[in-house]
């Protein structure tokens, strides 16, 4: 049988077959791709949440142990600046400015508090350092 045989829409049908199904295994790949992408985009988000989670983490043990024990240890010190030596790529200024003060704090608190250690300081300088030391608390 000749195509010339062939009733209309049969001759129709055998010239758009070929792109109608190429269109849509298209349609259906784009659609397979949109998906991949938003669970990528999903698993990025849930991993950003790991990572700033610890980050958190870090900082609030660090506050918690400066509420128990009323000064910052060097232990806790460490396992802050640890916690949170990635923070840079993943916050915001806000909260890299807000970490920075924080360590800046610790790190000086813990300074004053070796330096009132010291048993030959003047009553002057030990006052200086007390209000120093109360003044980083606030």
């Known amino acids: 049988m000749a195509t010339s045989d ?4 049969a001759s129709w049908m055998q010239a758009l077959g070929v792109p109608v199904f190429g269109a849509i295994i298209s349609a259906i790949g784009l659609r397979i791709a949109w998906l991949q992408q938003r669970l990528q985009d999903m698993r990025f988000r849930h991993e950003l949440y790991d990572r700033r989670y610890k980050v ?3 900082a609030k043990g660090l506050l918690a142990s400066v509420q128990a024990h009323g000064c910052v240890n060097g232990p806790d010190f460490l396992a802050f600046v640890g916690g949170t030596s990635d923070a840079e790529f993943l916050f915001g200024e806000d909260v890299i400015d807000y970490l920075t003060a924080l360590r800046n704090k ?4 813990i300074y004053v ?8 300081l003047t009553q002057k300088v030990r006052a200086s350092f007390a ?3 109360a003044e980083i608390a606030t």
């Open 131 to 133: 209000d120093e030391e």
């Open 56 to 58: 958190y983490a870090a």
């Open 113 to 120: 508090g070796r330096k009132l250690g010291q048993e030959n």
């Open 6 to 9: 062939l009733p209309a829409w």
């Open 106 to 109: 610790a790190a000086r608190s």
